[in-house]
């Protein structure tokens, strides 16, 4: 089975998704990068505008150290390349011969072309920032799975382990779902929980919840590959977007959005 990876690299998945690459580069058809800064979404200023619109001034470290701090470690260091967790994909990609693009948008036609042309027989989303549409899944014979790190019904949306941190009790997990034109809502193919520890924030919930998705992952390919894959139905819960300003007071006042040097050495180990 040849497979398309969708991917937005940033410190919540990128270790993550960088050892599912390495493991067996010979089955990965296409890697399709997201740009969370892209102009399609409105760049930095209108992605930025959007969600303090929404969280307010208290979502932007976590926001930085996510994405931005990642970004700038990839322009200060070059990591060694036999460290794969630290090697940005597109490095990685190129030295195993594997066919590397942009997508500004999922469901344009050119990009729809890209994925048939490629021989690809399943998607596979994984921390990928953009919803596809019906005939973007259908275009592999096989569709396409997601890595969601939460658990669903009951964490769909962006920022699955904020929302599960604000839970009580806390309840930390990474679900291997069906695409489905509706956000987090395709049958279930595999769940994984972690018990929750003191000072783990969400971004590093997010990375562990993604590491640990990927024994999952495999599972999952190799019942879809039988044959086997379509997965359970799940029920539709509310969809849980970007925190609040009062739900993110909550977090920093139990120091769990993010956890200062800590996260911004883990952005410099993670360089993107």
């Known amino acids: 089975m040849r497979i398309a990876l969708l991917t937005l690299e940033a410190l919540a998945a990128a270790r993550a998704v960088r050892r599912f690459v390495a493991?067996?580069?010979?089955?990965?058809a296409l890697i399709g990068l997201s740009d969370p800064f892209r102009?399609?979404?409105g760049g930095a200023l209108g992605q930025t505008w959007k969600r303090l619109r929404v969280s307010g001034p208290?979502?932007?470290p976590y926001l930085f150290l996510n994405f931005s701090a990642p970004r700038l470690a990839g322009l200060l260091r070059r990591p060694d390349p036999a460290d794969v967790g630290?090697?940005?994909i597109r490095r990685t990609a190129e030295r195993l011969g594997i066919s590397t693009i942009d997508v500004p948008d999922v469901n344009a036609p050119a990009f729809r072309e890209r994925l048939a042309a490629s021989g690809a027989d399943l998607l596979v989303t994984f921390h990928f920032d953009q919803i596809l549409k019906a005939e973007t899944i259908?275009?592999?014979t096989l569709g396409g799975i997601n890595v969601h790190a939460g658990l669903l019904p009951r964490h769909r949306g962006p920022v699955p382990t904020i929302h599960a941190l604000l839970d009580e009790p806390v309840a930390l997990g990474v679900s291997i779902h069906r695409l489905a034109p509706r956000i987090d809502a395709g049958a279930l193919l595999g769940q994984v929980t972690l018990p929750?520890?003191?000072g783990l924030t969400a971004l590093s919930a997010a990375s562990r919840l993604h590491e640990a998705a990927l024994p999952a992952l495999e599972?999952?390919?190799r019942a879809v590959t039988s044959g086997s894959g379509d997965g359970t139905a799940l029920p539709v819960l509310p969809y849980r977007g970007f925190p609040t300003p009062g739900e993110l007071r909550q977090?920093?006042?139990k120091s769990r959005l993010t956890a200062g040097w800590r996260d911004v050495r883990a952005a410099w180990d993670t360089p993107c």
């Open 23 to 28: 493991a067996d580069p010979e089955r990965i």
């Open 39 to 41: 102009r399609e979404a």
């Open 58 to 60: 208290g979502i932007l």
């Open 86 to 88: 630290a090697t940005p």
């Open 138 to 140: 259908a275009t592999p």
């Open 196 to 198: 929750d520890e003191p």
């Open 219 to 221: 599972e999952a390919l």
């Open 251 to 253: 977090l920093r006042a």
